[in-house]
């Protein structure tokens, strides 16, 4: 499958990925993951994306293009892609509507996350990951808890809250998602791709996307 996963910070991109992986070996390419892996390495990437990333602004789209055009190329996306929180902007759409042509791949459909707002914030401010960087495992304090000692239950090291998991670092990211990545619903319902899930349970949204890509 070949998919863009919209919907704001806290909607469930991430886990409807990791699901929708599984059912048919198609890659999570998340932008975030990518990005916070560049700052943990150093790279010039990281090193110029950090700031932005910390106050939970967006990365400048010149940056963010360069890294994806780069990653879509890669032998493991021919099989499929969920693209997990990219496009964020209306540029990076138009950007990655010409890389797309420009490589000959087609989308199966824009997936919209369609969550109430408490849920998001309820969900965010509760969140916890794994500390591992090639585990990255999500948590939630309440109704998917790390073990008691607080640590990944895959691989045993420590579960933290993002940096950018602050109260204040949440209520700027999701302003920036409004402001930023919501006009991206209207744009993919222009281009005749959007498709829109009510979502308050990940498993009960894969399995009707996966209903969705076999009509
Ligand atoms: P979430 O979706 O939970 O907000 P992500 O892990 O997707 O978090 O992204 C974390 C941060 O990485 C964002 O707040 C932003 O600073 C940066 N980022 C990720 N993807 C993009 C993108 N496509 N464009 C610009 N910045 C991005
Ligand atoms: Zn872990």
Not at 7 to 21: E, R
Not at 106 to 122: C, E, Q
Not at 181 to 194: M, R, S, V
Request: net charge negative; with cysteine; glycine share 8%.
């Amino acid at each position: 499958m070949k998919i863009i996963l919209l919907g704001a910070p806290g909607a469930g991109k991430g886990t409807v990925a990791k699901l929708l992986m599984e059912a048919d070996g198609s890659i999570q390419i998340s932008t975030g993951d990518l990005l916070r892996a560049a700052v943990k390495e150093g790279t010039e990437l990281g090193r110029q994306a950090k700031g932005y990333m910390d106050r939970g602004d967006l990365v400048p789209d010149s940056l963010i293009m360069d890294m994806m055009e780069i990653r879509l190329q890669e032998k493991d996306c021919r099989q499929g892609f969920l693209l997990d929180g990219f496009p964020r902007t209306i540029p990076q759409a138009e950007a990655l509507k010409e890389v797309m042509k420009r490589l000959d791949i087609s989308l199966d459909f824009v997936v919209n996350l369609d969550v109430p707002r408490d849920i998001i914030l309820d969900r965010l401010t509760t969140r916890r990951t794994c500390a591992n960087g090639s585990c990255q495992e999500i948590y939630n304090t309440k109704s998917n808890p790390p073990n008691a000692d607080g640590t990944c239950k895959k691989c045993g090291s420590p579960t933290i809250q993002r940096d950018d998991e602050t109260e204040g670092a949440i209520l700027n990211r999701l302003e920036v998602y409004n402001e930023k990545t919501a006009p991206l619903i209207g744009f993919y319902q222009g281009e005749g791709l959007l498709k829109t899930f009510l979502s308050v349970n990940s498993k009960d949204t894969v399995e009707a996307v996966i209903k969705a890509l076999k009509e």
